[in-house]
């Protein structure tokens, strides 16, 4: 059984940063890629961005792109997530996901296999 554990989030103003991170248990980490997508209330989930199974190929948004970060440490099983120059639009309860049985990367909420319990990020003008 594989078992995503967030943590990180909570409130900043807006221009702050916040890091997330997500630790996998259960299965090789190393040999699947990674995803972060999020929701804000009354939206649908959205792709955030995705890193591959080695940490050398990663994608975002277009909405984040420049100021987020995707990283990964295949020792310690886990991805990261850093929020840096944040909007009150980035405010939305966080989730990461794992490819399980795919290497590479992927927006597509459906190639996802497992999922985080989600973490709060909060941006107040």
């Known amino acids: 059984q594989v078992q995503l554990v967030q943590s990180g989030g909570g409130l900043v103003q807006a221009g702050g940063s916040l890091r997330l991170s997500c630790v996998a248990s259960?299965?090789?980490?190393?040999?699947?890629?990674m995803g972060w997508f999020r929701q804000a209330p009354g939206k649908e989930r959205e792709f955030v961005a995705t890193?591959?199974?080695?940490?050398?190929?990663?994608y975002y948004a277009d909405s984040v792109k420049g100021r987020f970060t995707i990283s990964r440490d295949n020792t310690k099983n886990t991805v990261y997530l850093q929020l840096n120059s944040l909007k009150p639009e980035d405010t939305a309860i966080y989730y990461c996901?794992?490819?399980?049985?795919?290497?590479?990367?992927?927006?597509?909420?459906?190639?996802?296999?497992?999922w985080g319990q989600g973490t709060q990020v909060t941006v107040s003008t």
């Open positions: 259960g299965r090789t980490f190393s040999s699947y890629g």
């Open positions: 996901a794992g490819q399980f049985g795919y290497s590479g990367t992927s927006s597509v909420l459906s190639d996802y296999t497992y």
């Open positions: 890193i591959d199974w080695s940490g050398s190929r990663t």
